[in-house]
């Protein structure tokens, strides 16, 4: 399994509150991981697309348990994506590699975030 496709960036939302104001959303960055993207399951498809949500693909990594539901993935297209279903397991066939599957959603917002060296 060839994870060829790029380096993707994962940041984690924290809300943070100031001074007793309302908070506000503040991206950091968790990790980076190179990737591949894959196929989107008909069930997957049709499961995000009931709860109104659009889905736009799925990509791989080895297996990171920092990853989450809700964070948000910057791809090596440069953009955001919304973490929705996020699966930990093992790969097809006779490999059984430890990876970790990423449903890649439309965000409902985007961040300003923060730079990142090259």
């Known amino acids: ?20 104001v309302a908070s506000t959303a503040t ?3 968790r990790f980076e991981a ?3 993207q894959i196929g989107i399951g008909t069930e997957e498809w049709n499961g995000q697309g009931a709860r109104g949500v659009e889905v736009t693909g799925r990509v791989r990594i ?5 990853v989450r539901s ?7 297209d440069k953009e955001q994506y919304r973490a929705g279903r ?3 397991g093992l ?3 006779l490999t059984g590699l430890e990876v970790t599957d990423i449903t890649l959603e ?4 985007e961040y300003k975030l923060p730079e990142v060296e090259p």
Do not use: F
């Not at 809700?70 to 090596?76: E, N, T, Y």
């Open 86 to 88: 996020v699966y930990h």
């Open 62 to 66: 080895w297996r990171d348990k920092r």
């Open 91 to 93: 790969s097809e066939g």
């Open 1 to 20: 399994m060839l994870l060829d496709e790029g380096t993707l960036r994962v940041y984690e939302i924290k809300r943070v509150i100031a001074g007793g």
């Open 106 to 109: 439309k965000p409902t917002q």
């Open 70 to 76: 809700g964070d948000v993935i910057v791809l090596a």
């Open 34 to 36: 190179m990737y591949a």
């Open 27 to 29: 991206p950091l960055l």
